[in-house]
């Protein structure tokens, strides 16, 4: 990886850190807290992101909810988040 390319991911890590304040694991969602304001921005990323086993999103002014394909890939996700933003 270059350069360039390091300084982008640990900066986009720095956002989503900042971004994000919790994950949890509902059955089949995924429920991500931010700040106000934050939610949005944050799903675009995620959708972006193309996360394996993830449906479909929806997104509100603090609070986003993926919906996943089965429990197991819900925790998957979470933890995959939860890596991604430092949270682990």
């Known amino acids: 990886m270059s350069?360039?390319?390091c300084s982008r991911a640990r900066a986009s890590r720095r956002r989503r850190r900042?971004?994000?304040l919790s994950v949890?694991?509902?059955g089949t969602l995924v429920v991500?807290?931010?700040p106000i304001g934050?939610?949005?921005a944050l799903a675009?990323?995620?959708d972006r992101a193309n996360l394996k086993g993830v449906l479909g999103s929806i997104?509100?002014?603090d609070t986003i909810f993926l919906a996943a394909s089965s429990d197991l890939a819900a925790r998957r996700i979470a933890k995959s988040i939860r890596e991604l933003a430092g949270l682990d």
């Open 3 to 5: 350069s360039a390319a």
């Open 18 to 20: 900042r971004e994000l």
């Open 24 to 26: 949890d694991v509902g």
């Open 32 to 34: 991500l807290k931010t």
């Open 38 to 40: 934050h939610g949005n």
């Open 44 to 46: 675009i990323e995620l």
């Open 59 to 61: 997104a509100g002014d």
